[in-house]
């Protein structure tokens, strides 16, 4: 996914998603947000807000923690297959 769409400008991600009424920035923002709280999770830790920085442009890169952490925390693996299938349905509607 970030393959997909790191290359980006801002007036591509400010862009309408194909799935919906949310910029497609949005989109990816949420993806992100739901990464992260499946580590929560897997970590038992609380789950945090993932600031929405004001630049679409670092979507790529919290996308890259956020995967990564969530391999670091060992999450059984229906838990990766959530997140799988939520990279999916977010790709599906960009």
Known sequence: MVRQV???QQPRWSAVAAGG????GDLVHRLVQEIANLT???EGQPRRDVPRLDNDL???D???VVAA??????PPAEVL????????ATRAAL
Do not use: C, I
Request: hydrophobic share 60%; aromatic share 4%.
């Open 21 to 24: 009424n949310v910029a497609r």
């Open 58 to 60: 670092a979507l790529p």
């Open 40 to 42: 929560a999770d897997a």
């Open 6 to 8: 790191g290359h980006w």
């Open 81 to 88: 297959a959530r997140a799988a299938a939520q990279v999916a």
């Open 69 to 74: 952490d969530l391999l670091a925390a060992g």
């Open 62 to 64: 919290q996308l890259r």
